[in-house]
Each structure stands twice: as C-alpha cells, then as structure tokens.
C-alpha cells in the first residue's frame, strides 16, 4: 500500500490561536534584539534613544475581515478617498541612522479600532498605545516622537510615570491652569481648588521677546531656528 503525502511542516499561522505563542513575550524579544543589532546606528538625543509612535490607516477589501471599520481619513492628498474600509493600526518603531538616512525600523504594531473583546474594556486608543509601548520593557529611558493627537496629559503622564520623555506638537486649542490661588480664610467650606485661572496655551506665543532661540538639531535642516520658552522656575 503506498504511503500517503508527508505532511507538511506547521507554519507559524497554525499557532496564532494557541497559548504556546506568548505575542507580547515575542514583541519584547524583538525589541532587545533591534537594539543589539543597531546599538551604534540608533538615534538619540541626551543619551536617550528616539521612538516614533503613530496611527496608521490601511485599506482592505474584504467586508468580512475582522476589524475592519469605516475610517476617516484626514490628508491633503486628493487621491485619497475621505472615508474607506480598513484597519486601524497603532505602531511603535524606532529611529536609526544608516549611510546619514533616518530610517524607522517597525517594533510592534496592533490593531486597536473595531475588535471589542468584552464591553467593559473603556480604554481609549491613548490607553492601548500607552500599554503597548510601556509592554516592550525597554532597558534605557526614552524620547517618544508623536503628532498632536497624542499631546494629551493622560499619555504624557503614563510616560514620565517610567522616566520617558515626549515630544510633540500642542493643540491649537490647549488650555492651561495657574496655580490656585490661597484661599483667604482656613475655614472655606468644600473642597480646596485645584486649579487656578485658565488661559489659552496659543495667546503665550505672542510674547516673542520672552522666547529663546536655537539651531534646529534634526538631520538636513540648516539655517532654520527653533524658538522655545523656558520656565525661569
């Protein structure tokens, strides 16, 4: 009696739906080896190596896929389509140079729009990127690199919480607090303030004259100069 086909080798597909494939343990494993192999090519700033986190948006046609949403896509390109059907995707990639080119090397990305696991899960897109990119475990301090859509003090806290620092751009409407001012008796019913007047982040950059001034430090871009305030405290 002949013998039927070998069976082929299981790839790594046939283990997505088994405990033996731990994704986190896997993503933490591939973080330490990108930094062993470009220890002298990443990029850093005050010792600190650069970290770039975004959300993508990638079409697909199937309208049975798993995760897959209306999305809306805001972009200035006229061949893009307003809304598609796709998946949202958060990723986490670190900066390396190569040859004088900065290149972003993918560390982990997932999907965190359209795939519900149980209606008490109340995090926000911030909160998944947040515990995605603090669940690497990285061995040295960070500079994380975000658009405005991250300048939120609940994801910059959960940062400076593990000594990371962000860099990102204030929204246009972003408000700040003074210190409460002291209340004139000690005898004040109800809770003390916690904050004090309000005032609009973006009437500050009107006082030019109280800004400092330095050379832009980013790779290719000479003759142009930052202006940053810094707080005398």
């Known amino acids: ?3 039927g086909p070998p069976t082929p080798p299981a790839g790594l597909l046939h283990f997505f739906h088994s405990p033996a494939l731990n994704l986190d343990h896997l993503n933490q494993l591939w973080q330490r080896a990108l930094q062993h192999l470009f220890r002298r090519r990443l990029v850093r700033v005050n010792g600190r190596p650069l970290v770039l986190v975004d959300g993508l948006k ?3 046609e199937g309208r049975k896929m798993p995760g897959v949403k209306s999305l809306h896509q805001e972009s200035r390109c006229n061949a893009k389509a307003s809304f598609i059907m796709g998946h949202s995707l958060q990723a986490v990639a670190l900066l390396v140079q190569v040859a004088g080119v ?7 990305a997932r999907i965190h729009e359209g795939v519900v696991w149980t209606a008490r899960d109340r995090r926000t897109l911030l909160d998944k990127l947040s515990g995605l990119l603090l669940g690497l475990q990285w061995s040295c301090a960070l500079t994380v690199v975000a658009d405005a859509y991250y300048a939120a003090a609940k994801f910059a806290r959960s940062l400076l919480a593990h000594g990371h620092h962000l860099v990102t751009r204030v929204r246009s409407n972003a408000v700040a607090y003074f210190p409460p001012s002291r209340p004139r008796s000690a005898k004040r019913r109800g809770r003390r303030r916690i904050y004090g007047h309000k005032t609009q982040l973006r009437d500050w950059f009107r006082y030019h004259k109280q800004f400092l001034q330095a050379p832009s430090p980013v790779y290719g871009e000479s003759g142009i100069t930052l202006r940053y305030y810094l707080d005398p405290a």
């Not at 900065?102 to 982990?108: I, T």
């Open 102 to 108: 900065c290149l972003a090397v993918p560390v982990a």
């Open 1 to 3: 009696m002949a013998a």
């Open 58 to 60: 990638r079409p697909k």
